[in-house]
Structures are given as structure tokens and as C-alpha cells.
């Protein structure tokens, strides 16, 4: 009887699910497409970049598709496919560095293979495979080893594994075959046919500059510093009020930590592009390096300082309360600072007035903290102990400060080599706009006839006023030309 129970209920367990099959397999569809969408919208350039790579492997088919082509290039023509898909990257940088690295590597290894298939037929039939031999191992072990060399891993890894493969491909094929020219050339023109292809369509079809891409991630993290210290007062002082969202929010500095490898892709493949939008083609892009270590810096200074927000371990309440305003301070005003930094950078825009006024505001602020940590010096040892906490949050927000001015003499460094433009004063900007509403005339209403020259007895007035303009120089006293008025009464 148990046996004819348990073989129903597995009987009518199966039934069910698989009555439940049909709506879980929906749901499961239903879901992963959720998911493609959001991972779509996350980004559009991906749709757009699958549609290009689409459209340089259609333009490469063409090579089998026309029938002259076809008779040309023969079998070879799918050289020219795998070129598309091994070089075709998300990036112009990334495609130009694959393409020409591939272009040059296989022009070369191609010369020195057939050369080396030349040198070893005078060797005759027996001494040929030797001297391929010795030559293919040389030339394979040399450019391996050259891959180890930091500056050719980094910019020329793909070409040298190019070279290894093509010039070994044509030294061993031309042991066999008499047409070894032929088929150099042939291999060499379907790459440099796939190659421009991708060149083409990744630059002229909705383009995805690395260099841009590296420009907004440095502008985003440094404001992702900024909104976290901007924070830091609620998160410290009144911790009870902030909400789960917001506090998320703002530790999305903690990205930072782990972007030294995309910075480090995005610089070299962004020396590759060409000049662009506001990038010239000599851009500075080491110096965008220079200014991701010390942001990099600032936020393992700002994941100390979370330590001990989120510790339990506080300083006395009345300590706290002594400290609470200049930290307050210091913590907005060097956000302030971070916040125009990352808003110069975005913008190509020179604001050093306003970011110089937020970090000596925050300097002020450190000097009212030591006041403040002066006049509260404990009496006792365990009073000591019990402010430690608070001390050296102090002391971490100061080091934060001091990294944050580095970073803004590293951005004023990179601000002259890149050609940031100016920003003038708000205030100087509007008294530009005046100026420039003045005009030069002259009023001279005359009574009768032209014999004032004679006539002095006459009674008119002559007004002329003379401006002259506004005079474009680096000094404050010189921004606004001067303006002369003049009143002749005759």
C-alpha cells in the first residue's frame, strides 16, 4: 500500500510540474528578456556597436558575394572576415590599435617569410627545412620574449603574436608551394581590405571615443568624492537621519578603488585616436593618469574615514559637539572645491578662482579644528582614550583636504597643457556685459547755418563721449577698457 502511495504521488508530481512547465518557462523568458533590455539601456552604444560589426562583415562578404572580387581573391577572402571580427572593438582607439598593429605586423612577417624562404632554397632541397627551421624558431622565441617588455605589452602585444603567427604560416607554407608570392600578397591584401573596413565604419558610423569615455570616468569620480564628503556632516554627526538610498549614494566612491585597470585601457587606446571634438592630437592623456592616482588616493583616504563612520566606537558627545562646525565646513568646502574641479574638467573650463576660494575656506576650517582640539585637551588618560576616535577622523579629513589640493594643482597642471579656456568672475562677466552696451557718438545740434567759426556768440553744445572698448587682458585692472567722457560747451 505505501509503494501504491508513494508511486502516486510521484505520478501526480510529475503531472504538475508538468502542468507548471508551460508558465515557468514563460516567466523564465519573460525575465531574461527584462534583463537584455535593462542591459541595453544601460548603454545603447552596445546595440549600436553589433550593428556596426554587422555592417563590416557584410561589406567583407562582398569578397566571395562579386564574382570579380571572388576571382581575385579567391578563398583567400576569408582572411578579410576574421580580420573584422578579431579587430572590430568597442572603441575607435581599440580598432585602430587592433588594425594597424595587424596591418604592420602581417606587411612585415610577410616580407621576412618569403625573404626566408628565398634564403633557404639556396641551401638546396635537404639543407631548406634546416635553415626554416632555425630562422622560425629565432625570429618566434625573439618576438615572444619582446612581449614581456612592458611598453610593447602595452601598446604592441597584438602585433607582435601577429607577426609570430603570419611569418611562421608563410615560412613553413612556402616549403611546400612555388606561389609563395602570390599568396603573401594575397593574404596581405584581404587583411588591409578587413582592416580599413573596420577603420572606416568604427569611425564614421556613431563613433565611441575612448578618450571621451576616460574624460567623463576621471569628471565622475572626482565628483563621486565630492557627493561623499558633501555627506559626511549627516553621516558622522546624524547618522539616524539618513536613509538607506541616500547612503548608498554616497559611497559610490568606492568604484574608485577598483578603476585602475579601465584607466590605464581607456589612456592607451585613446593615444591611438585621432584628434576629435575637443581632444586635440597631441592630447595629454598621461596626465588624466596622473590626476586618477591621486583621485584613487583620496578615496582610500575617504574608505578610512567610512571606518569610522560606521564604527560604534565615538567620541564623547561633548568633544564632538566642540569639533562638529569646523569639520562641517572643512568637509563642504573641499567638497565645493571637488565639485568645481570635476565641473572644470567636464567643461574644458579654467575656474581656478572659485576652487582657490573653497580650499582656503577648508584651510581656515582646519586651522578653527585645531583651536577647537587645543581647548579640549584631555585632563586624564582615560579622557584621552575616549577622544582618540574622534582625533583621528580629524586628522584623516586633513590628509583628505591636503590630497584634494593635490589633485587641484594636477588639473591646473593638465588645464595648460590641454587649452582650457578661461572662466571670468560672475560678477566680472556682468559688469563685461554692461560695458558693452555703451556705444561712442557725438551729439552736436547746431542753430543755424555753418559760420560757427565766425560766430562765437552762438549758443550750441558739442557732446562727445569716446569709449574705448573692452581690453581682453590677464590682469584684474585691466579687464574692462577705459571710458572717457567729454563735454565741450561752445
Same mark, same amino acid.
Given at each position: 500500500?505505501?509503494?501504491?502511495?508513494?508511486?502516486?504521488?510521484?505520478?501526480?508530481?510529475?503531472?504538475?510540474?508538468?502542468?507548471?512547465?508551460?508558465?515557468?518557462?514563460?516567466?523564465?523568458?519573460?525575465?531574461?528578456? !527584462?534583463?537584455?533590455?535593462?542591459?541595453? /539601456?544601460?548603454?545603447?552604444?552596445?546595440?549600436?556597436?553589433?550593428?556596426?560589426?554587422?555592417?563590416?562583415?557584410?561589406?567583407?562578404?562582398?569578397?566571395?558575394?562579386?564574382?570579380?572580387?571572388?576571382?581575385?581573391?579567391?578563398?583567400?577572402?576569408?582572411?578579410? #572576415?576574421?580580420?573584422?571580427?578579431?579587430?572590430?572593438?568597442?572603441?575607435?582607439?581599440?580598432?585602430?590599435?587592433k588594425g594597424l598593429n595587424r596591418g604592420f605586423a602581417t606587411l612585415i612577417a610577410g616580407a621576412l617569410g618569403v625573404g626566408a624562404v628565398h634564403l633557404a632554397r639556396f641551401f638546396g632541397h635537404q639543407g631548406e627545412p634546416i635553415v626554416l627551421g632555425i630562422l622560425v624558431f629565432s625570429l618566434g622565441a625573439a618576438a615572444t620574449f619582446?612581449?614581456?617588455?612592458?611598453?610593447?605589452?602595452?601598446?604592441?602585444?597584438? =602585433?607582435?603574436?601577429?607577426? #609570430?603567427?603570419?611569418?611562421?604560416?608563410?615560412?613553413?607554407?612556402?616549403?611546400?608551394?612555388?606561389?609563395?608570392?602570390?599568396?603573401?600578397?594575397?593574404?596581405?591584401?584581404?587583411?588591409?581590405?578587413? =582592416?580599413?573596413?573596420?577603420?572606416?565604419?568604427?569611425?564614421?558610423?556613431?563613433?565611441?571615443w575612448a578618450g571621451e569615455d576616460l574624460h567623463k570616468m576621471i569628471a565622475n569620480n572626482i565628483n563621486k568624492l565630492a557627493k561623499y564628503l558633501e555627506g559626511f556632516e549627516?553621516?558622522?554627526?546624524?547618522?539616524?537621519?539618513?536613509?538607506?538610498?541616500?547612503?548608498?549614494?554616497?559611497?559610490?566612491?568606492?568604484?574608485?578603488?577598483?578603476?585602475?585597470?579601465?584607466?590605464?585601457?581607456?589612456?592607451?587606446?585613446?593615444?591611438?585616436?585621432?584628434?576629435?571634438?575637443?581632444?586635440?592630437?597631441?592630447?595629454?592623456?598621461?596626465?588624466?593618469? !596622473?590626476?586618477?592616482?591621486?583621485?584613487?588616493?583620496?578615496?582610500?583616504?575617504?574608505? #578610512?574615514?567610512?571606518?569610522?563612520?560606521?564604527?560604534?566606537?565615538?567620541?564623547?558627545?561633548?568633544?564632538?559637539?566642540?569639533?562638529?562646525?569646523?569639520?562641517?565646513?572643512?568637509?563642504?568646502?573641499? =567638497?565645493?572645491?571637488?565639485?568645481?574641479?570635476?565641473?572644470?574638467? !567636464?567643461?574644458?573650463?579654467?575656474?581656478?578662482?572659485?576652487?582657490?576660494?573653497?580650499?582656503?575656506?577648508?584651510?581656515?576650517?582646519?586651522?578653527?579644528?585645531?583651536?577647537?582640539? !587645543?581647548?579640549?585637551?584631555?585632563?586624564?588618560?582615560?579622557?584621552?582614550?575616549? #577622544?582618540?576616535?574622534?582625533?583621528?577622523?580629524?586628522?584623516?579629513?586633513?590628509?583628505?583636504?591636503?590630497?584634494?589640493?593635490?589633485?587641484?594643482?594636477?588639473?591646473?597642471?593638465?588645464?595648460?597643457?590641454?587649452?582650457?579656456?578661461?572662466?571670468?568672475?560672475?560678477?566680472?562677466?556682468?559688469?563685461?556685459?554692461?560695458?558693452?552696451?555703451?556705444?561712442?557718438?557725438?551729439?552736436?545740434?547746431?542753430?543755424?547755418?555753418?559760420?560757427?567759426?565766425?560766430?562765437?556768440?552762438?549758443?550750441?553744445?558739442?557732446?562727445?563721449?569716446?569709449?574705448?572698448?573692452?581690453?581682453?587682458?590677464?590682469?584684474? /585692472?585691466?579687464?574692462?577698457?577705459?571710458?572717457?567722457?567729454?563735454?565741450?560747451?561752445?
Open positions: 500500500m505505501e509503494m501504491d502511495l508513494n508511486a502516486q504521488e510521484k505520478k501526480a508530481g510529475f503531472f504538475q510540474r508538468l502542468q507548471d512547465f508551460p508558465s515557468k518557462l514563460k516567466d523564465d523568458v519573460t525575465k531574461r528578456v !527584462k534583463n537584455v533590455q535593462k542591459f541595453a /539601456k544601460d548603454d545603447p552604444r552596445r546595440i549600436i556597436h553589433s550593428m556596426k560589426v554587422g555592417v563590416a562583415l557584410t561589406l567583407v562578404s562582398l569578397l566571395y558575394y562579386v564574382r570579380p572580387l571572388y576571382i581575385s581573391f579567391g578563398v583567400t577572402g576569408m582572411w578579410a #572576415i576574421l580580420t573584422v571580427v578579431v579587430v572590430f572593438e568597442f572603441t575607435v582607439g581599440g580598432t585602430l590599435s619582446s612581449r614581456f617588455f612592458p611598453r610593447i605589452k602595452q601598446r604592441y602585444d597584438y =602585433g607582435a603574436l601577429i607577426f #609570430i603567427l603570419t611569418f611562421s604560416f608563410v615560412a613553413i607554407s612556402g616549403y611546400r608551394t612555388d606561389e609563395i608570392l602570390i599568396m603573401a600578397y594575397q593574404r596581405l591584401s584581404t587583411i588591409l581590405i578587413g =582592416g580599413t573596413i573596420c577603420i572606416l565604419v568604427s569611425i564614421f558610423i556613431c563613433p565611441v549627516g553621516e558622522y554627526f546624524q547618522p539616524e537621519k539618513i536613509s538607506k538610498e541616500t547612503s548608498s549614494c554616497v559611497r559610490e566612491y568606492k568604484s574608485i578603488l577598483t578603476s585602475k585597470s579601465t584607466e590605464d585601457s581607456l589612456a592607451n587606446l585613446a593615444r591611438w585616436e585621432p584628434g576629435h571634438g575637443r581632444f586635440r592630437l597631441r592630447h595629454p592623456w598621461k596626465k588624466y593618469l !596622473k590626476i586618477a592616482g591621486l583621485v584613487r588616493q583620496c578615496a582610500v583616504h575617504l574608505e #578610512i574615514l567610512n571606518g569610522y563612520v560606521l564604527s560604534n566606537d565615538k567620541a564623547p558627545q561633548e568633544f564632538e559637539s566642540k569639533i562638529q562646525e569646523p569639520i562641517t565646513t572643512m568637509s563642504r568646502e573641499v =567638497g565645493e572645491a571637488l565639485k568645481a574641479i570635476a565641473k572644470s574638467i !567636464k567643461t574644458m573650463r579654467n575656474d581656478s578662482a572659485c576652487v582657490n576660494a573653497h580650499i582656503d575656506n577648508s584651510k581656515k576650517a582646519i586651522k578653527n579644528l585645531k583651536i577647537a582640539l !587645543k581647548s579640549s585637551y584631555p585632563e586624564t588618560y582615560k579622557d584621552l582614550l575616549e #577622544i582618540i576616535p574622534g582625533v583621528t577622523m580629524a586628522s584623516i579629513l586633513i590628509e583628505v583636504v591636503n590630497c584634494v589640493e593635490k589633485i587641484y594643482e594636477a588639473v591646473e597642471e593638465f588645464s595648460g597643457l590641454a587649452h582650457f579656456k578661461e572662466t571670468l568672475d560672475s560678477k566680472l562677466s556682468a559688469e563685461i556685459g554692461q560695458h558693452q552696451l555703451l556705444h561712442r557718438g557725438c551729439v552736436k545740434p547746431v542753430l543755424d547755418g555753418d559760420n560757427e567759426k565766425e560766430d562765437n556768440s552762438s549758443c550750441h553744445v558739442l557732446i562727445t563721449v569716446h569709449d574705448e572698448g573692452y581690453l581682453p587682458t590677464a590682469t584684474a /585692472k585691466n579687464v574692462l577698457g577705459a571710458e572717457k567722457t567729454r563735454v565741450d560747451i561752445v
